[in-house]
């Protein structure tokens, strides 16, 4: 099991620079193709009854097309000078709703890579929302600030569900990599299948150090995040349900903590 399909968001953002950076060093460190993908927001305004739309004039509209244009034209050029030209560097572009033209693309993807907001920041994940909960595929949430050569030392947050399950698995081309590997538990039900999750990586070639902490008073996702410092993690690995909001992750307002404070990059399973 590999990587050879990696899709990444080319939305037109400080950390482009960084995300392409990132992408093009896992492309080749699993000898994948490199797909990315820039969406074009739609020229109209959605009206405000049902499904009508409110169009904007001719000269709005051509406006926005002319800014569309000069966006595309800048972030395919970041695109171009950072992963090259040639079969194994591909170009998309679309045009209407970022997150669901972004998911429908990672169905043939193996692995996707997007923007997350900076610590501490307050806008809704909308995007990464949707390609969590639709890509079908793992969603690795980088953010703005990203940099190094991610995956040397990886968290996996463990609480016996499928979910959980389904994440570890799916990183298990990051885990082959890793200089270390941390399996997590946060509490005492979380933590009763930790010794056979350990076993199962194990048998995949990995070392696996397990652990488990006391349940907070507070938010899990604090505790994990101060465990992957603690841990000096530069990736941390979580499931996901397949509901139709992030706050329904397997690990609830844990994983909007980690959304909102993170620091480091984040491998959401499918």
Known sequence: MGYRTILVELADDSGLEARLQVARTLAGRFDAALIGMHVMPPLFIPGSYGEAAAYLGPDLIEAQRAANQETRERVQAVFRNLCGEGANAIWQEAEGDRGALLAAAAYTADLVLASR?????????????????????????????????????????????????????????????????????????????????????????????????????????????????????????????????????????????????ATLPVLFGS
């Open 117 to 261: 907001a900076a610590a501490g920041g307050t806008d809704a994940p909308d995007v990464l929302d949707q390609l969590v909960t639709a890509a079908g595929v793992p969603v690795l949430a980088l953010p703005p600030d990203v940099s190094g050569d991610l995956g040397q030392a990886v968290l996996v947050a463990w609480n016996g569900s499928r979910e959980a399950a389904r994440a570890a698995h799916d990183a298990l081309p990051f885990l082959r990599e890793a200089k270390r590997v941390i399996l997590c538990a946060v509490g005492e039900a979380a933590a009763k299948s930790l010794g056979a999750a350990a076993a199962m990586l194990q048998r995949h070639g990995l070392a696996v150090h397990s652990q488990q902490v006391a349940e907070p008073d507070g938010d899990a996702g604090e505790v994990l995040l101060a465990q992957a410092g603690s841990q000096g993690a530069d990736l941390l690995v979580m499931g996901a349900y397949g509901h139709a909001r992030l706050r329904e992750l397997v690990f609830g307002g844990a994983t909007r903590h980690v959304l909102r404070e």
